[in-house]
């Protein structure tokens, strides 16, 4: 398996080369090859500048079970009281399939119908990780070695998602249809990025259509045990209003994608 992940690498590697115009070839592109090379730099300025991220200021919140939330269950106690020490910048929208098939090349997600603004999804993590290498890598090719990619780790996310609130939703204590699409209004599948109102911080899709990868392997509060998943945060297009409270927490199994999970960038300056 992990010679076959190897070759994999190695190949996505070799083609963003090509496709950013990498030093190593030597002969002379050809006038459709520069267009070509052109439009993929362009793409890849337009999709990730900066101005796609909201900075995110550091401060303090209490992570976990709001509360008075009788809904909680008991991975999200007991509440801590975190501090995020920098602020940080966080994509605007969850990773778009239009995104994806810059990077990658591919794009397996379900919903294709829906069009390249849509989330992303049926992303396992690790093939998320390959796409932040890949990124990565591409951004230093065009001379953007400072801008790097990542996942959110689970405090950043919740942190970013609550934005100063203190309530069982972002926006409140009741639902409110507006600020997500999850299993009342979605028809039971992805919408475009974007189209419902963004919490505080000017983040939208917080909660609703995908759930979101982190980076954080997940921990059993009670028993300190880490186990081989991964957290995902936010709800999605199929889920009940209870799942949508901003303490929810999931887990995924890394080397398994779902239609109702995602991600979303995180951008740090070097």
């Known amino acids: 398996m992990f010679k076959m992940v190897k070759k994999y690498v190695s190949t996505i590697c070799l083609l963003i080369a090509i496709s950013v115009g990498s030093t190593i070839f030597s002969r002379p592109l050809s006038i459709s090859e520069k267009n070509q090379e052109e439009k993929i730099k362009n793409d890849f300025q337009r999709e990730f500048r900066i101005e796609n991220f909201v900075l995110i200021p550091a401060g303090e919140f209490v992570m976990g079970c709001v509360a008075g939330d009788l809904q909680c269950d008991e991975r999200e106690k007991p509440p801590k009281a975190m501090k995020i020490v920098k602020p940080f910048y966080m994509g605007k929208y969850e990773v778009t399939q239009t995104q994806w098939q810059l990077v990658m090349r591919y794009d397996q997600s379900d919903f294709k119908k829906c069009g390249g603004s849509c989330p992303v999804n049926n992303v396992t993590w690790f093939s998320v990780q390959v796409f932040l290498k890949q990124l990565n890598y591409a951004m230093q090719e065009l001379g953007k070695a400072t801008m790097v990619f990542r996942l959110p780790n689970e405090a950043e996310w919740e942190y970013a998602a609550r934005a100063g609130s203190t309530t069982k939703y972002y926006w409140g204590e009741e639902m409110d249809p507006n600020y997500l699409w999850y299993s009342s209004n979605s028809d039971y599948k992805i919408h475009p990025a974007g189209q419902k109102k963004p919490n505080s911080f000017g983040l939208f899709d ?22 081989e998943m991964r957290i995902v945060r936010g709800c999605s297009w199929f889920s009940e209003s209870e799942i949508c409270r901003i303490s929810h927490r999931n887990a995924g199994v890394p080397s398994y994608g779902s239609n109702m999970v995602g991600f979303r960038l995180i951008l740090e300056l070097q």
């Open 206 to 227: 917080m909660n609703g259509n995908v759930s979101e990868w982190t980076a954080d392997s997940f921990v059993d509060r009670h028993s300190k045990r880490n186990v």
